[in-house]
């Protein structure tokens, strides 16, 4: 499939150079052996990559948020899985745009120059799922360090993190005017909390995505990790979505563009009853119907990116742009198993490792159906529904 240079060459053209130094094989060992890819994050680290969102000020490279998703579209589209990393882009956002200027000092240096890594965020619970106004973590403030007990479910990358932001309620839900009142975020340092109050249940599941449930006894964590102001944290987490949901749509259409290079080039040389199954428009018009839905998604994408590094709302593209890129991406990846056949299925075509990656994303960080719900009440005017 052609590519066609744009105002983003010069990144893509170093990503690609690092990512070649992955070839498939890696890739296809570390998510047999389900291990996380050291060192294939230690190079992205290195190279500046992970720290494009942090300014220059902290060691960062400044980047807006188009040149970060453009990063995380070629890792995917080179055959690697942004989903290993890609927390520590957007992650550090919260303490970024709400911290205080001693924690930015304390923090972002560190995490720019990989000493540090913020990979994980708790938020999500195992009885209220994206119902976050509900949760029941509680954090207690008592003298000089708030108490925290709970649980949380689906936080990744716990094992490969030194800190996580999590979110927990300060104020009972039943004494604020506004069910989004009373949560607060804070800086957790993950080794020291899995000696004093946070037990880690890692959760097998079908992807190689490290990630666990966790329960937090009486662990204590000092008054000044607290970010930003008590009681508004839910706010703050919600500032950070967008750049979230905008750069895994950015990783969709990587995974979008892989599925496609590889399934033109398998349909082309792959013979049957004397043709190339590619001449059959029964093969063609699902690889070329996924082409423009990739394409499209990614005009949303950097549409996103725009009004974002503008300061501009942006919440409807973000949610539009990676519901466009999830079905996207999905649709190229079972056109490529499709095509394939048997050969979509042997680890060594590398199809069925990405096919499993990307379907992730019809599910998390946020589902299909309420991006819907989202777009019906926030953009049509519809009554809410939930």
Same mark, same amino acid.
């Given at each position: 499939?052609?590519?066609? #240079?744009?105002?983003?060459?010069?990144?893509?053209?170093?990503?690609?150079?690092?990512?070649?130094?992955?070839?498939?094989?890696? &890739?296809?060992?570390?998510?047999?052996?389900?291990?996380?890819?050291?060192?294939?994050?230690?190079?992205?680290?290195?190279?500046?990559?992970?720290?494009?969102?942090?300014?220059?000020?902290? +060691?960062?490279?400044?980047?807006?948020?188009?040149?970060?998703?453009?990063?995380?579209?070629?890792? =995917?589209?080179? /055959?690697?899985?942004?989903?290993?990393?890609?927390?520590?882009?957007?992650?550090?956002?919260? !303490?970024?745009?709400? /911290?205080?200027?001693? *924690?930015?000092?304390?923090?972002?240096?560190?995490?720019?120059?990989?000493? %540090?890594?913020?990979?994980?965020?708790?938020?999500?619970? #195992?009885?209220?799922?994206?119902?976050?106004?509900?949760?029941?973590?509680?954090?207690?403030?008592?003298?000089?360090?708030?108490?925290?007990?709970? *649980?949380?479910?689906?936080? @990744?990358?716990?094992? &490969?993190?030194? %800190?996580?932001?999590? !979110?927990?309620?300060?104020?009972?839900?039943?004494?604020?005017?506004?069910?989004?009142? /009373?949560? @607060?975020?804070?800086?957790?340092?993950?080794?020291?909390?899995?000696?004093?109050?946070?037990?880690?249940?890692?959760?097998?599941?079908?992807?190689? &995505?490290?990630?666990?449930?966790?329960?937090?006894? =009486?662990?204590?964590?000092?008054?000044? =990790?607290?970010?930003?102001?008590?009681?508004?944290?839910?706010?703050?987490?919600?500032?950070?979505?967008?750049?979230?949901?905008?750069?895994?749509?950015?990783?969709?259409?990587?995974? +979008?563009? %892989?599925?496609?290079?590889?399934?033109?080039?398998?349909?082309?040389?792959?013979?049957?009853?004397?043709? #190339?199954?590619?001449? =059959?428009?029964?093969?063609?018009?699902?690889?070329?119907?996924?082409?423009?839905?990739?394409?499209?998604?990614?005009?949303?994408?950097?549409?996103?990116?725009?009004?974002?590094?503008? +300061?501009?709302?942006?919440?409807?593209?973000?949610?539009?742009?990676?519901?466009?890129?999830?079905?996207?991406? %999905?649709?190229?990846?079972?056109?490529?198993?499709?095509?394939? +056949?048997?050969?979509?299925?042997?680890?060594?075509?590398?199809?069925?490792?990405?096919?499993?990656?990307?379907?992730?994303?019809?599910?998390?960080?946020?589902?299909?159906?309420?991006?819907?719900?989202?777009?019906?009440?926030?953009?049509?005017?519809?009554?809410?529904?939930?």
């Amino acid at each position: 499939m052609k590519n066609t #240079p744009d105002e983003y060459q010069e990144i893509r053209d170093a990503v690609r150079a690092l990512c070649a130094d992955f070839p498939p094989e890696y &890739h296809r060992q570390v998510d047999s052996e389900r291990a996380y890819p050291e060192a294939f994050v230690d190079a992205l680290t290195k190279a500046g990559w992970l720290a494009a969102l942090i300014p220059a000020d902290y +060691g960062g490279s400044g980047l807006g948020l188009a040149e970060a998703s453009v990063i995380m579209e070629e890792i =995917n589209r080179s /055959g690697g899985n942004a989903g290993a990393c890609h927390g520590q882009m957007y992650n550090m956002g919260t !303490l970024l745009r709400h /911290g205080s200027p001693q *924690q930015k000092q304390k923090y972002l240096p560190k995490i720019a120059s990989g000493e %540090w890594r913020l990979q994980s965020m708790g938020v999500t619970e #195992p009885t209220t799922g994206t119902d976050t106004t509900r949760i029941k973590t509680t954090a207690v403030k008592k003298g000089d360090r708030y108490v925290v007990n709970g *649980q949380k479910v689906w936080i @990744s990358r716990i094992q &490969h993190s030194d %800190w996580m932001i999590l !979110l927990a309620r300060t104020t009972p839900l039943a004494e604020v005017k506004k069910k989004s009142e /009373g949560m @607060s975020i804070f800086m957790v340092d993950l080794r020291q909390a899995e000696k004093s109050g946070m037990a880690v249940r890692p959760i097998a599941n079908m992807v190689n &995505h490290e990630t666990n449930e966790l329960f937090f006894e =009486n662990l204590e964590i000092p008054a000044d =990790n607290l970010i930003g102001q008590e009681g508004q944290g839910f706010k703050y987490i919600l500032d950070g979505l967008n750049a979230e949901r905008t750069l895994i749509a950015a990783e969709c259409i990587g995974d +979008g563009y %892989w599925f496609l290079d590889r399934v033109t080039k398998y349909v082309g040389e792959r013979m049957v009853f004397g043709r #190339p199954i590619g001449q =059959n428009q029964g093969v063609q018009f699902p690889i070329a119907e996924s082409y423009i839905e990739v394409e499209a998604a990614n005009l949303m994408r950097f549409k996103a990116c725009r009004l974002f590094d503008a +300061g501009q709302p942006c919440g409807a593209e973000a949610n539009m742009a990676k519901y466009l890129a999830a079905k996207a991406s %999905w649709e190229a990846a079972n056109a490529c198993l499709q095509f394939h +056949g048997g050969f979509g299925f042997a680890h060594e075509y590398d199809v069925e490792r990405k096919f499993r990656e990307t379907r992730l994303y019809q599910v998390a960080p946020i589902s299909t159906n309420l991006i819907l719900s989202y777009v019906a009440e926030h953009v049509l005017g519809m009554p809410r529904s939930f």
